[in-house]
T-cell receptor
Framework: DTEVTQTPKHLVMGMTNKKSLKCEQH?????MYWYKQKAKKPPELMFV???????INESVPSRFSPECPNSSLLNLHLHALQPEDSALYLC?????????????FGPGTRLTVL | GENVEQHPSTLSVQEGDSAVIKCTYS??????FPWYKQELGKRPQLIID?????GEKKDQRIAVTLNKTAKHFSLHITETQPEDSAVYFC???????????FGAGTRLAVHP
């Protein structure tokens, strides 16, 4: 299996809701990422997990809470979001060794905050 | 700085022509330079990458060249086809091997 999967594909939520985005990979990768992508912009890094430990948090607001339950799964918990948080949320994974390598992206979750 | 500058922002070519996209960086420690293609509504996918110990890498119609002295790297697509139409992003690692900084993207349109 050489794919990163994400659920759900689309999510609409109100500003008071709590929801979670899920990501899964079975390539044995030890680094996993959350990116946010606005229309016509490049992916913007949010979090990096390396060997199931949070290694990078790009000063993301606390209303976004990542979780890595095991080496194959990555979650992003959402709470009290703002309309400007509407975007495509991409998960990615890579081997996670010392040399930089290809990042495999999931199809993304298109989030709309009302 | 951290940024990687990418030009042009849009590129329109006729089918069969070549396309060249250039990225410039400032951190001389950068040693890995990937190019991602993102079709409309799809995920970004790596199309080619190069490490700093080589100057050029080719894969069929796609090539990447690296000039470490001038700190720029370029994507070359020859014999373009309509299915090459997409947004192309260059990137480089920053602050450790797990973090990628992306260029702003180039929207390539190939007209039949």
């Amino acid at each position: 299996d050489t794919e990163v999967t994400q659920t759900p594909k689309h999510l609409v939520m109100g500003m008071t809701n709590k929801k979670s985005l899920k990501c899964e990979q079975h390539m044995g990768h030890r680094a996993m990422y959350w990116y946010k992508q606005k229309a016509k912009k490049p992916p913007e890094l949010m979090f990096v997990y390396s060997y199931e430990k949070l290694s990078i948090n790009e000063s993301v607001p606390s209303r976004f809470s990542p979780e890595c339950p095991n080496s194959s799964l990555l979650n992003l918990h959402l709470h009290a979001l703002q309309p400007e948080d509407s975007a495509l949320y991409l998960c990615a994974s890579s081997q996670g060794r010392e040399l930089a390598s290809e990042q495999f992206f999931g199809p993304g979750t298109r989030l709309t905050v009302l | 700085g951290e940024n990687v500058e990418q030009h042009p922002s849009t590129l329109s070519v006729q089918e069969g022509d070549s396309a060249v996209i250039k990225c410039t960086y400032s951190d001389s420690a950068s040693n890995y330079f990937p190019w991602y293609k993102q079709e409309l509504g799809k995920r970004p996918q790596l199309i080619i990458d190069i490490r700093s110990n080589v100057g050029e890498k080719k894969d069929q119609r796609i090539a990447v060249t690296l000039n470490k002295t001038a700190k720029h790297f370029s994507l070359h697509i020859t014999e373009t086809q309509p299915e090459d139409s997409a947004v192309y992003f260059c990137a480089r690692p920053s602050g450790g091997y797990n973090k990628l900084i992306f260029g702003a993207g180039t929207r390539l349109a190939v007209h039949p």
